[in-house]
């Protein structure tokens, strides 16, 4: 699948990233609409990987793909660790965690359907 970087919607962006992550065997995959709860994203993906070098290995394949794919320049943090990378796609934004990292954050909680963001005071 190629695609010109200004033809694709964030759509076709969370398809092919999930159809990544799925290829290499990621766990627990979720997606979450973020569409009227976030201007920083349409869409967050969730998953886990195995081992510390399951996690770099799904982010760094996933990077690659994407760039490939729709010249998307996806910014990671967190690979040289392992424990949770974050891809920032531009509109979908995407977490891979190991699954004891996963369950401390539980980001799912706070960002699933029926969830308010965390609101900061004033």
């Given at each position: 699948m190629t695609a010109n970087p200004r033809t694709f919607s964030s759509e076709q962006l969370l398809e092919r990233i999930t159809q990544s992550l799925?290829?290499?065997?990621?766990?627990d995959l979720v997606s979450i609409d973020l569409r009227g709860k976030t201007a920083m994203a349409d869409y967050m993906?969730?998953?886990?990987?195995?081992?510390?070098r399951q996690v770099a290995s799904?982010?760094?394949k996933l990077v690659e793909r994407l760039?490939?794919?729709?010249?998307v320049i996806a910014r990671s943090e967190g690979k040289d660790m392992g424990d949770w990378v974050l891809i920032d796609a531009g509109d979908v934004i995407?977490?891979?965690f190991r699954p004891e990292v996963r369950e401390?954050?539980?980001?799912?909680?706070m960002w699933m359907p029926g969830s308010a963001p965390a609101q900061t005071q004033a």
């Open positions: 799925e290829n290499d065997k990621a766990d993906v969730i998953c886990s990987g195995r081992s510390t799904l982010a760094e760039k490939a794919d729709f010249g995407v977490h891979i401390f954050y539980q980001l799912e909680k």
